[in-house]
T-cell receptor, first 112, second 114 residues
Framework: GDSVTQMEGPVTLSEEAFLTINCTYT??????LFWYVQYPGEGLQLLLKATKADDKGSNKGFEATYRKETTSFHLEKGSVQVSDSAVYFC???????????FGTGTSLTVIP | EAEVAQSPRYKITEKSQAVAFWCDPI?????LYWYRQILGQGPELLVQFQDESVVDDSQLPKDRFSAERLKGVDSTLKIQPAELGDSAMYLC????????????FGNGTRLTVT
């Protein structure tokens, strides 16, 4: 079945460091891919999405490119800020539109 | 920007008691989801509605959990009786439709069962 695998956390970075959070997926057909962010005590917020191969989703300085050849959707940011501290979830929905599949989440802490 | 409303934000209940959560999705969103999120894990789908109909409740523990969306708008998730293992965050989400539309989440209800 469809699934998402994220890199294990937690991740701790200094402010202005480069961020990569790895995400790979297993799905039949052509899923749509998403990154969600969850701040403490809140629900998940959509960060960015990509709906077809080679699409690049971007928002708030974060980017992820849909790589069908490597079945990956890695999240990157060139210079993280303390306010980026949160848990990040990779997710997919298959092209049958049945349900979303979430990764286990990667906790990011950015220290000044 | 429109939001998904959930209440209450926090609920503490004793084991074997009944508890209910309410969700009001973004206006016009036909699809509504209830997820359970255990601390340190990703959300797990409990039930999915399309309008007032249940599309997927395969992961809902039906011996104690029930969900309804009678008029295809707001929804209620009930647990009776609550067990210690039900302590978790219960998240409601909605989307415009079932096919590739992103989910919009509420802030959740944090349930603690003592």
């Amino acid at each position: 079945g469809d699934s998402v695998t994220q890199m294990e956390g937690p991740v701790t970075l200094s402010e202005e460091a480069f961020l990569t959070i790895n995400c790979t997926y297993t799905a039949t057909g052509y899923p749509s891919l998403f990154w969600y962010v969850q701040y403490p005590g809140e629900g998940l917020q959509l960060l960015l999405k990509a709906t077809k191969a080679d699409d690049k989703g971007s928002n708030k300085g974060f980017e992820a490119t849909y790589r069908k050849e490597t079945t990956s959707f890695h999240l990157e940011k060139g210079s993280v800020q303390v306010s980026d501290s949160a848990v990040y979830f990779c997710a997919l929905i298959g092209n049958t539109g049945n349900q979303f599949y979430f990764g286990t989440g990667t906790s990011l802490t950015v220290i000044p | 920007e429109a939001e998904v409303a959930q209440s209450p934000r926090y609920k503490i209940t004793e084991k074997s008691q009944a508890v209910a959560f309410w969700c009001d999705p973004i206006s016009g969103h036909a699809t509504l989801y209830w997820y359970r999120q255990i601390l340190g894990q990703g959300p797990e789908l409990l039930v999915q509605f399309q309008d007032e109909s249940v599309v997927d409740d395969s992961q809902l523990p039906k011996d104690r959990f029930s969900a309804e969306r009678l008029k295809g708008v707001d929804s209620t998730l009930k647990i009776q009786p609550a067990e210690l293992g039900d302590s978790a965050m219960y998240l409601c989400a909605s989307s415009r439709d079932r096919f590739n539309s992103p989910l919009h989440f509420g802030n959740g209800t944090r349930l603690t069962v003592t």
